[in-house]
C-alpha cells in the first residue's frame, strides 16, 4: 500500500511576469516554477502540489500556501529542504515556512479566511518601478465616495454582478467580512506617490476576477460613471449590471491566508 506523507508550505511572490498560479503550457506561472524546482530538488520522488488561491495573471502575493503530498518516504529534514528549495527558486518567488500536515487536511477547504489588498493611486503617472505593484489610474477619482461604496459590499450578499464565466454550480452569495478603501501605509517604497491607497478586502473564499471587478466597480464609482445607489442596486439577484471594469491584475495581492 503506497504511503503518503503532507506539507502545507507558505510562499510569497511577484507576478508581474508570471500568467497566474495555475500552470499553463508555454508560460511562465507560480506552479510551474515551483513544480520545476520541486523535480530538481526531489529528484525520483514522486510528488504532487495543490494551491489554495488561483491568482490571476499579474497578480502578487505577501502570504500564499500550496500543499505538497510526497510518496513513500518522508522529507529527512524540513528545515533543510527548506533552505535548499528557496535557493533554487527564481528571485520572484521564496518559500516561508513549512509543516506537516495529516491527510485530513484539505486545503481548498480548510482556509477560514483569505485577505487580498488592492494598491492604487491616482491623477498622475506614477515612477515605472511602481507598476508591479500598484495600479494608477490617471483621471480624477473622488476616493471619499469611493471609501463608502467599498462599505457597501460587506455581509452576505449575491456578487453575480461581480464574477466572470460563471457555471451553473457557482455559489454566487458569498460573505465579505471586510472591505474599505484605506490610505496605504502597508506597502511603501520611495518611488511610490506621495499618496497612495488600498482595498483591504477579507472574506473565506471569491469568485473569479471577483475583487478586480469590486475594484473595477468603485473606479467607476469614482469616476461618476455609477452612483452608490447603483452599487447598492448590484447586489439584487434580480438586477443584471454591466460591470464592465476589470481592474488591472498588478494592484491586487493575495495578502494572507487563515487556516487557523
Given at each position: 500500500m503506497r504511503q503518503r506523507f503532507y506539507y502545507l508550505l507558505e510562499i510569497q511572490y511577484l507576478g508581474y511576469r508570471l500568467h497566474g498560479w495555475q500552470r499553463q503550457p508555454g508560460f511562465k506561472t507560480v506552479e510551474g516554477l515551483v513544480k520545476k524546482t520541486l523535480k530538481f530538488v526531489l529528484g525520483e520522488t514522486k510528488f504532487k502540489i495543490l494551491g489554495a488561491s488561483r491568482t490571476d495573471t499579474m497578480v502578487s502575493a505577501h502570504k500564499a500556501a500550496f500543499e505538497l503530498f510526497v510518496d513513500h518516504e518522508p522529507l529527512e529534514n524540513m528545515a533543510d529542504f527548506l533552505v535548499i528549495f528557496n535557493n533554487n527558486l527564481p528571485q520572484d518567488i521564496r518559500a516561508l515556512s513549512i509543516k506537516e500536515v495529516n491527510s485530513k487536511f484539505n486545503i481548498i477547504q480548510h482556509p477560514k479566511q483569505k485577505e487580498y489588498l488592492y494598491l492604487f493611486a491616482y491623477g498622475r503617472k506614477s515612477h515605472p518601478f511602481a507598476a508591479p505593484l500598484l495600479a494608477t489610474f490617471l483621471e480624477p477619482l473622488n476616493v471619499d465616495v469611493m471609501m463608502a461604496g467599498a462599505k457597501m459590499f460587506e455581509g452576505f450578499k449575491s456578487f453575480h454582478n461581480y464574477c466572470t464565466k460563471p457555471s451553473e454550480k457557482t455559489v454566487l452569495v458569498r460573505q465579505i467580512d471586510l472591505c474599505e478603501i484605506v490610505p496605504n501605509e502597508e506597502i511603501t517604497a520611495s518611488f511610490f506617490p506621495d499618496r497612495t491607497y488600498l482595498l483591504r478586502v477579507q472574506g473565506s473564499g471569491f469568485l473569479r476576477n471577483?475583487?478586480?471587478?469590486?475594484?473595477?466597480?468603485?473606479?467607476?464609482?469614482?469616476?461618476?460613471?455609477?452612483?452608490?445607489?447603483?452599487?447598492?442596486?448590484?447586489?439584487?439577484?434580480?438586477?443584471?449590471?454591466?460591470?464592465?471594469?476589470?481592474?488591472?491584475?498588478?494592484?491586487?495581492?493575495?495578502?494572507?491566508?487563515?487556516?487557523?
Open positions: 471577483q475583487i478586480r471587478l469590486m475594484m473595477g466597480g468603485l473606479v467607476m464609482l469614482g469616476r461618476g460613471e455609477l452612483s452608490l445607489e447603483d452599487i447598492e442596486r448590484s447586489f439584487d439577484p434580480e438586477v443584471n449590471m454591466l460591470i464592465n471594469y476589470i481592474a488591472p491584475g498588478s494592484g491586487l495581492i493575495l495578502n494572507k491566508i487563515d487556516f487557523s
